[in-house]
């Protein structure tokens, strides 16, 4: 365990910023849960709906510091393409 102040300060800081990255990665994997189980299902309304929902919550990440803004692009890319795929194959 540290014994400066500064030190001892540095680790609670390093504490509450876990706790609140740890916060935000939590909700994205549950939106990220969500999108994927309604296009699962095959629900389109739903799944774009929470589509909206998950791309929102991507980039407050990227905001945030909690993801890099890249791959929060390649999670939106990925799964936009499933919900138009989605909607294409409930259209024909």
Do not use: C, F, P
């Amino acid at each position: 365990m540290a014994n400066h102040v500064s030190s001892l300060k540095r680790v609670r800081q390093t504490e509450r910023k876990t706790a609140v990255n740890r916060a935000n990665k939590s909700r994205i994997r549950g939106s990220l849960r969500l999108l994927r189980e309604a296009i699962q299902k095959g629900d389109v309304q739903a799944a774009s709906e929470q589509y909206r929902k998950t791309a929102s919550a991507l980039d407050k990440s990227v905001q945030k510091g909690v993801l890099h803004a890249n791959t929060a692009s390649r999670y939106k890319s990925r799964l936009n393409a499933r919900v138009k795929a989605l909607a294409t194959t409930k259209a024909a």
